[in-house]
């Protein structure tokens, strides 16, 4: 009896000319976003690759000079553009793409490509993302808002329920038939997307990306039994695509939007210059209480204990060295506190968003896609953290070499290329994937909620429907 139902709804969208017309402009449209995203990936992930060898080739070719004139002339390490971010391009427009890393200081990423995007551009760009988040409910809500309502408007309905067809079953099966026909509607440019992973990138990043699809056809199921209890319990087909339309356009356009404005209300995030007066008052200042100058002096007597001294130049060591070491303690403990806070708040946001995503599922695939595609505010945070870490080793090592290669009253104490490859250069660690998936959690269970929701609905509205067709 479900096949049955299944196949009967599958074969009239079908025969349906509209269903035709709207598969061709889906996958124009697909086609369009795919070509255009794949290649600004390809122009993007080449020209950061040529900057990072380029900025490789400048360390290690610098020449003899001071580590600490090293240290200041510093790298800049560059974010890739990962492959799945032609799919979905996520929040990397608005991110920057570089970052200098330098003594003593802790620099924000520059190079927002929506800086150097033309004025229009800036609205927002087309994506395989956006059409599956957008539009492909669009569609599925067109296909499906007649289901039961039409039938109660011709009186069909009441004919097919008079028969005793159990109206579970035939949600069941109108589920399916609509699924089906949904799945032809998506299915060309799905295969043209992996296939275009494929032959850029190899099988490394399929894992992510039959995860990515996987929860995507978790969302269009959810829309489409949501669609089928709008239909059933609609009093007639009119009713029901209004019904659905609204519900369209407020869960994908104005509760994302009202999110991201609460967000920043509720948890403003600080303005550069005031953060800056902050970041240089602590410096200045210190921030347990005790001034740069007293850490450096108090270092000084300890060392003066430990090799029974009284003199820096009596020392084994270099204190200018020492005294580099302490600087960086004190400056990344300054920009580790202040970062947090920043941190906080742009998390603060992103758990408001969470909350209203309860109210819309695009809202949580958007997040879980995001993820998955390397283009989240997770994954920039994940690239900064990263360059910030090698910049401390990067100036640990440097330090280092002062410390216990020069003497206190030799300034022109001189490294060579040796330490500039024993130093090394940025290289961006790629993240695995059981860490972006650690960040899904609480978006899939706002997925898990909607899918109880519209099928229990939906089911019970089916159910009723034999009682009041």
């Known amino acids: 009896m479900i096949l049955t139902i299944a196949n009967k709804e599958f074969r009239a969208i079908l025969r349906d000319g ?14 369009l976003a795919l070509v255009t995203g794949a290649i600004r990936f390809s122009e993007l992930d080449a020209e950061r690759l040529r900057a990072q060898e380029h900025v490789a080739e400048q360390w290690r ?3 003899d000079k001071n580590p600490h004139s090293a240290a200041h002339y510093g790298q800049y390490a560059f974010r890739p553009a990962l492959p799945l971010a032609f799919f979905d391009p996520g929040v990397q427009a608005f991110e920057g793409v570089s970052i200098w890393l330098e003594a003593h200081k802790r620099n924000f990423a520059t190079g927002r490509p929506a800086d150097d995007a033309a004025p229009l551009a800036r609205f927002g760009e087309l994506s395989l993302a956006f059409i599956y988040q957008a539009l492909l409910p669009l569609g599925i809500l067109l296909l499906a808002y007649p289901a039961f309502a039409a039938e109660r408007d011709s009186g069909t309905l009441r004919q097919l329920m008079a028969t005793g067809v159990d109206g579970r079953r035939l949600f069941v099966g109108k589920f399916i038939g609509i699924g089906a026909a949904v799945l032809v509607l998506a299915a060309p440019v799905t295969i043209l997307a992996l296939i275009a992973l494929v032959v850029a990138t190899g099988t490394r990043w399929l894992a992510h990306a039959t995860l990515l699809l996987t929860f995507y ?11 089928l209890w709008v239909s059933a319990v609609a009093s007639s087909a009119r009713s029901a695509l209004l019904t659905l339309l609204a519900i369209w356009a407020v869960a994908v356009f104005v509760l994302p939007r009202i999110a991201g404005d609460l967000g920043r209300i509720i948890a403003p995030v600080p303005g550069a210059q005031r953060l800056q007066a902050a970041i240089e008052r602590d410096l200045a200042e210190g921030i347990d209480g005790e001034s740069p100058a007293a ?16 003199d820096d130049r009596a020392l084994p060591i270099n204190m200018q060295g020492v005294i580099f070491g302490i600087q960086d303690e004190i400056s990344n403990a300054v920009y580790d506190k202040h970062f947090a806070r920043l941190q906080s708040a742009v998390d603060a946001q992103i758990d408001l968003y969470e909350i209203v995503s309860l109210l819309s599922p695009r809202m949580a695939l958007m997040l879980v896609s995001q993820e998955l595609s390397g283009t989240s505010v997770g994954a920039q945070r994940r690239f900064a953290d990263g360059a910030e870490r090698f910049r401390r080793r990067l100036m640990a090592t440097l330090n280092a070499d002062i410390t216990l290669h020069s003497r206190n009253d030799d300034p022109a104490y001189r490294a060579g290329a040796d330490l500039w490859r024993s130093a090394g250069e940025y290289r961006y660690e790629f993240e695995p994937l059981r860490e972006a998936l650690r960040r899904c959690g609480a978006a899939a269970m706002v997925l898990l909620l909607w899918t109880l929701l519209a099928g229990a609905g939906g089911l019970l509205a089916a159910r009723r429907l034999g009682s009041n067709p």
Do not use: C, N
Not at 298 to 310: A, T
């Open 217 to 227: 056809a978790w969302f269009a199921a959810i829309v489409l039994a949501a669609s």
């Open 18 to 31: 509209r269903a035709l017309y709207g598969t061709i402009v889906f996958a124009l449209l697909g086609v």
């Open 295 to 310: 850490k450096i002096e108090k270092r000084r007597r300890q060392l003066y204990r430990l090799y029974k001294v009284d």
């Open 61 to 63: 070719a610098q020449g």
